[in-house]
């Protein structure tokens, strides 16, 4: 079995409730159970903290992408493209963390660059629940 597999089945899928659909709270318990697993040094929690924020804040700009008219592709590559640079940035800047493990060297590197990667992610989950999104098209509806 693989970790991810494992992951998924005994941390995530055992926190959402039947009928519920899984969010912030699963995923960052998750990585942290997937920090601990990697060893017990700030660096790898900062860094799988940090990657669920990087997470949740990808599925804001795609639930963004997905409620431009389909009418619009330029402008949904566009978001796709924001999307990827976006990844690219918090990754790369979360990646410190995983690399030097230190606390006080993890924190000096996010300083150096006044904590883009944290704010970026945290704003946009923000904004995802301040600016709602219609979906381009409607659902079918259910006869009664």
Do not use: C, D
């Amino acid at each position: 079995i693989q970790v991810s597999t494992w992951l998924r089945h005994y941390v995530y899928e055992r926190l959402v409730k039947n009928g519920k659909k899984a969010g912030f709270f699963q995923l960052l318990a998750t990585q942290t159970v997937s920090a601990v697993w990697h060893g017990l040094y700030p660096g790898y929690m900062m860094f799988f903290v940090q990657s669920a924020l990087m997470i949740a804040g990808s599925r804001v700009i795609y639930r963004w992408q997905q409620a431009i008219s389909p009418n619009l592709a330029v402008l949904r590559k566009i978001m796709v493209f924001i999307n990827f640079l976006y990844t690219v940035l918090v990754l790369n800047y979360s990646a410190v963390g995983f690399m030097v493990l230190s606390l006080h060297e993890t924190l000096t590197a996010y300083r150096s660059v006044y904590y883009i990667g944290t704010i970026i992610p945290v704003v946009l989950i923000i904004l995802g629940n301040v600016v709602p999104t219609k979906p381009s098209r409607p659902k079918p509806r259910k006869e009664e």
